[in-house]
T-cell receptor, first 115, second 114 residues
Framework: EAGVAQSPRYKIIEKRQSVAFWCNPI?????LYWYQQILGQGPKLLIQ????????DSQLPKDRFSAERLKGVDSTLKIQPAKLEDSAVYLC?????????????FGSGTRLTVV | DQQVKQNSPSLSVQEGRISILNCDYT??????FLWYKKYPAEGPTFLIS?????DKNEDGRFTVFLNKSAKHLSLHIVPSQPGDSAVYFC?????????????FGTGTRLQVTL
């Protein structure tokens, strides 16, 4: 079974520029997540989709971050404009469902550096 | 407010010995606890989980213990192997009314030495 695919792997941008990340979840997984992992911290949930609907975006900085999941499959996460503190690894993940204890499979992440 | 805490940033253990990684939590509404392992430049991978109604779950060399009264869980790896060297994240799941949400700790870096 193919894993969660993410691109690009690395991105360097200047502050105030915009950037977009792409994710393709495991086939058949209804739930898709975007996490932000800052160096030395654990992953923090930014947004959670169930099919193509948002079930949790309480920690998404909505003034600069946006995400969509088209047709309940692929997803993109956008940052516009980027700030220095957005430097982090952005992890996409997916799971069969959103029930407690469900195993979440992670992609390898996109390392973003904002200079 | 950090609801899931891993107070040891790093741990070094000799090959063949037991590794014990600890995790504390504050939210009594968590219903599942999971451990993930992360190698450099890779995403976290699932290791083992435990329901809040149990106190122990075992899978090969990995055992997770849950002490609900102390709001504490631990991961035991016996025997430890060099390939176990990685960052281990404790995570806790809570149903929010629409879906379950996972909260991660800050991680413990385990180094298994020869």
């Amino acid at each position: 079974e193919a894993g969660v695919a993410q691109s690009p792997r690395y991105k360097i941008i200047e502050k105030r520029q915009s950037v977009a990340f792409w994710c393709n979840p495991i086939s058949g997984h209804a739930t898709l997540y975007w996490y932000q992992q800052i160096l030395g911290q654990g992953p923090k949930l930014l947004i959670q989709f169930q099919n193509n609907g948002v079930v949790d975006d309480s920690q998404l900085p909505k003034d600069r971050f946006s995400a969509e999941r088209l047709k309940g499959v692929d997803s993109t996460l956008k940052i516009q404009p980027a700030k220095l503190e957005d430097s982090a690894v952005y992890l996409c993940a997916s799971s069969l469902d959103s029930f407690g204890g469900t195993v979440i499979a992670f992609g390898s992440g996109t390392r973003l550096t904002v200079v | 407010d950090q609801q899931v805490k891993q107070n040891s940033p790093s741990l070094s253990v000799q090959e063949g010995r037991i590794s014990i990684l600890n995790c504390d939590y504050t939210n009594s509404m968590f219903d599942y606890f999971l451990w993930y392992k992360k190698y450099p430049a890779e995403g976290p991978t699932f290791l083992i989980s435990i329901s809040s109604i149990k106190d122990k779950n075992e899978d090969g060399r990995f055992t997770v213990f849950l002490n609900k009264s102390a709001k504490h869980l631990s991961l035991h790896i016996v025997p430890s192997q060099p390939g176990d060297s990685a960052v281990y994240f404790c995570a806790a799941s809570q149903y929010t009314g629409t879906a379950s949400k996972l909260t991660f700790g800050t991680g413990t870096r385990l180094q298994v030495t020869l």
